[in-house]
């Protein structure tokens, strides 16, 4: 089994900053990628950002400038520096990854959320 586990999170007043960690443990074989995706109350998940084993990013255009997204391949752990937070940040976070356990199985799995809060 494979588990995604985020750390960080919290209360921030607006423009100030947060840190997300997610890691990930049990049976893997290869990470592919590795990223973060948010949900607000009454709108759909959306990509906030990733990273491949490579280290190619994507950003949203909403949060380009603001956050960076990092990764530790050999610790399976991918992180997140929110900075500048704007109250339309607030959202649950989510970290995503696409692991293989094997040569031949690789599927999506996602950590159970971390709530950001930015208050004006």
């Known amino acids: 089994q494979v588990q995604l586990v985020e750390s960080g999170g919290g209360s921030v007043k607006a423009g100030g900053s947060l840190s997300l960690s997610c890691e990930a443990s049990?049976?893997?074989?290869?990470?592919?990628?590795m990223g973060w995706y948010r949900q607000a109350p009454g709108k759909q998940r959306e990509l906030v950002a990733d990273?491949?084993?490579?280290?190619?990013?994507n950003y949203a255009d909403s949060v380009k400038g603001r956050f960076t997204i990092s990764r530790d391949n050999a610790l399976n752990m991918v992180y997140l520096q929110a900075n500048s937070l704007k109250p339309e940040d607030t959202a649950v976070y989510y970290c995503?990854?696409?692991?293989?356990?094997?040569?031949?199985?690789?599927?999506?799995?996602w950590g159970k959320g971390t709530l950001v809060t930015v208050s004006s």
């Open positions: 990273i491949n084993r490579g280290g190619g990013i």
């Open positions: 049990g049976i893997i074989f290869s990470i592919i990628s």
């Open positions: 995503n990854a696409y692991i293989y356990t094997d040569l031949t199985n690789g599927m999506d799995y």
